[in-house]
């Protein structure tokens, strides 16, 4: 996280109905600490999206542009944004003209997704592979062994250094609140004590 209260290297499991999103999180370089190297990627993409379907999938980085691929890899769609949100951001500052900006909740809703997994993270206790592997589906459990291949790749021993287990929190996405078991705990991370004058509503 920000302030480095957080795992720079993560995998949050979001069990949405019908459709699970699953997001992995790199803070290192692909191998041996050396950024050189650059970073890893999956599909194409080190910082993106990838909508997983049964005959391909969708993908897309920070640009306004994205790809659909058959399961081979191969494209079979290419769309070109003109614009991308960083760019709309600083067009709508030298407008003076808020209502320019593109939707400001979207992008709380989905940064609120990397805050859920990390107050989950935060609750959780550290915990064998296999068990972490064995608490998701499939996909998930594909996930967790690049996670821990890539945390070997950089020198990360899980024997001395294991993985924590978030967690298993269910969200009110209406409320934005957590609901059930450990609720009380994780709605207390909803927020911080913020500087007079900076207070945000929660």
Same mark, same amino acid.
């Given at each position: 996280?920000?302030?480095?209260?957080?795992?720079?290297? #993560?995998?949050?499991?979001?069990?949405?109905?019908?459709?699970?999103?699953?997001? *992995?999180?790199?803070?290192?370089? &692909?191998?041996?600490?050396? $950024?050189?190297?650059?970073?890893?990627? $999956?599909?194409?993409? +080190? =910082?993106?999206?990838?909508?997983?379907?049964?005959?391909?999938?969708?993908?897309?980085?920070?640009?306004?542009?994205?790809?659909?691929?058959?399961?081979?890899?191969?494209?079979? &769609?290419?769309?070109?944004?003109? #614009?991308?949100?960083? #760019?709309?951001?600083?067009? !709508?500052?030298?407008?003076?003209?808020?209502?320019?900006?593109?939707?400001?909740?979207?992008?709380?809703?989905?940064? !609120?997704?990397?805050?859920?997994?990390?107050? +989950?993270?935060?609750?959780?206790?550290?915990?064998?592979?296999?068990? =972490?592997?064995?608490?998701?589906? &499939?996909?998930?459990?594909?996930?967790?062994?690049?996670?821990?291949?890539?945390?070997?790749?950089?020198?990360?021993?899980?024997?001395?250094?294991?993985?924590?287990?978030?967690?298993?929190?269910?969200?009110?996405?209406? !409320? *934005?609140?957590?609901?059930?078991?450990?609720?009380?705990?994780?709605?207390?991370?909803?927020?911080?004590?913020?500087?007079?004058?900076? *207070?945000?509503?929660?």
């Amino acid at each position: 996280s920000d302030d480095g209260d957080g795992a720079n290297t #993560q995998l949050v499991w979001l069990d949405y109905d019908p459709v699970p999103v699953l997001f *992995e999180v790199r803070g290192r370089p &692909k191998a041996k600490l050396d $950024y050189k190297g650059g970073v890893d990627s $999956y599909k194409g993409e +080190s =910082i993106g999206n990838i909508i997983e379907c049964e005959g391909g999938w969708l993908s897309g980085g920070h640009g306004p542009s994205c790809e659909v691929r058959d399961k081979d890899g191969k494209v079979l &769609k290419s769309f070109k944004g003109s #614009q991308s949100h960083m #760019q709309n951001w600083v067009d !709508a500052v030298h407008s003076g003209k808020p209502r320019k900006i593109h939707g400001a909740e979207s992008g709380h809703l989905s940064a !609120a997704l990397a805050h859920i997994g990390n107050i +989950s993270w935060s609750l959780g206790s550290d915990s064998p592979i296999d068990k =972490i592997r064995s608490t998701f589906p &499939k996909v998930a459990g594909e996930a967790v062994d690049r996670l821990a291949a890539h945390l070997d790749a950089n020198g990360i021993d899980l024997a001395k250094t294991p993985l924590k287990l978030g967690a298993a929190l269910t969200i009110d996405s209406k !409320a *934005e609140k957590f609901t059930g078991a450990g609720a009380e705990k994780a709605n207390a991370l909803l927020k911080e004590d913020y500087r007079k004058g900076f *207070e945000l509503p929660v």
